[in-house]
């Protein structure tokens, strides 16, 4: 098993470039997430998904947008990236277990973005 | 929402000493877990432990979820358990969602 596969790993971008992050697990996880982490400011959620098909916000989800078209992906987009979207962005997927969501994350291994 | 304070914010230890991380949260949980978070980055996942004591080699857990802390214990310590170890916790009226800590960083020289 590969667990959590975020792709890329590294990106630089100019402002106002669009792009998109790639989350992949192989757990047949029903929840998705995907954070950001900034120095000084912890993990911090930027939207997640209960589910193939939903998505919701989190703390801090202006600037991103975010789709669940298959169960095992969780995709991050940034239509018009900023500097302040600097970052490393880490996607995590969790499991459900007495139809309740267990919150027991697996993470991956992040993805580091540079706007300029 | 729930509150979670991680003690000592920074340790150094020389290799082969023992150490114990702390995690206060203030409010019932469904759920702890403890992670390292590595040099290079990455997030480990150590321990999911929202009661009672688990051993992973060097490393156990014990979480008492009626006094709201868990304790991380670091035995033999290597210089490969430097980082940072963040506490994170799921709090009873949540859907899921993880409550982090603000993570004690571990320094462990040779």
């Given at each position: 098993n590969a667990g959590v596969t975020q792709t890329p790993k590294f990106r630089v971008l100019k402002t106002g470039q669009s792009m998109t992050l790639l989350c992949a697990q192989d757990?047949?996880?029903?929840y998705m997430y995907w954070y950001r982490q900034d120095p000084g400011m912890g993990l911090r959620l930027i939207h997640y998904s209960v589910g193939e098909g939903t998505t919701a916000k989190g703390e801090v989800p202006d600037g991103y947008n975010v789709s669940r078209?298959?169960?095992q992906n969780f995709l991050l987009g940034l239509e018009s990236a900023a500097p302040s979207q600097t970052s490393v962005y880490f996607c995590a997927s969790s499991y459900v277990a007495g139809g309740r969501n267990t919150g027991e994350l697996f993470f991956g291994e992040g993805s580091r973005l540079t706007v300029l | 929402g729930i509150q979670v304070e991680q003690s000592p914010p920074d340790l150094i230890l020389q290799e082969g000493a023992n150490s114990t991380l702390r995690c206060n949260f203030s409010d019932s949980v469904n759920n702890l877990q403890w992670f390292h978070q590595n040099p290079w980055g990455q997030l480990i996942n150590l321990f999911y432990i929202p009661s009672g004591t688990k051993q992973n080699g060097r490393l156990s857990a014990t979480t008492v979820a009626t006094e709201r802390y868990s304790l991380l214990y670091i035995s033999s310590?290597?210089?490969?358990?430097s980082g940072v170890y963040f506490c994170a916790v799921v709090g009873t009226?949540?859907?899921g969602k993880l409550q982090f800590g603000a993570g004690t960083q571990v320094v462990v020289t040779p």
């Amino acid at each position: 098993n590969a667990g959590v596969t975020q792709t890329p790993k590294f990106r630089v971008l100019k402002t106002g470039q669009s792009m998109t992050l790639l989350c992949a697990q192989d757990m047949n996880h029903e929840y998705m997430y995907w954070y950001r982490q900034d120095p000084g400011m912890g993990l911090r959620l930027i939207h997640y998904s209960v589910g193939e098909g939903t998505t919701a916000k989190g703390e801090v989800p202006d600037g991103y947008n975010v789709s669940r078209l298959k169960k095992q992906n969780f995709l991050l987009g940034l239509e018009s990236a900023a500097p302040s979207q600097t970052s490393v962005y880490f996607c995590a997927s969790s499991y459900v277990a007495g139809g309740r969501n267990t919150g027991e994350l697996f993470f991956g291994e992040g993805s580091r973005l540079t706007v300029l | 929402g729930i509150q979670v304070e991680q003690s000592p914010p920074d340790l150094i230890l020389q290799e082969g000493a023992n150490s114990t991380l702390r995690c206060n949260f203030s409010d019932s949980v469904n759920n702890l877990q403890w992670f390292h978070q590595n040099p290079w980055g990455q997030l480990i996942n150590l321990f999911y432990i929202p009661s009672g004591t688990k051993q992973n080699g060097r490393l156990s857990a014990t979480t008492v979820a009626t006094e709201r802390y868990s304790l991380l214990y670091i035995s033999s310590s290597q210089t490969t358990d430097s980082g940072v170890y963040f506490c994170a916790v799921v709090g009873t009226d949540s859907w899921g969602k993880l409550q982090f800590g603000a993570g004690t960083q571990v320094v462990v020289t040779p």
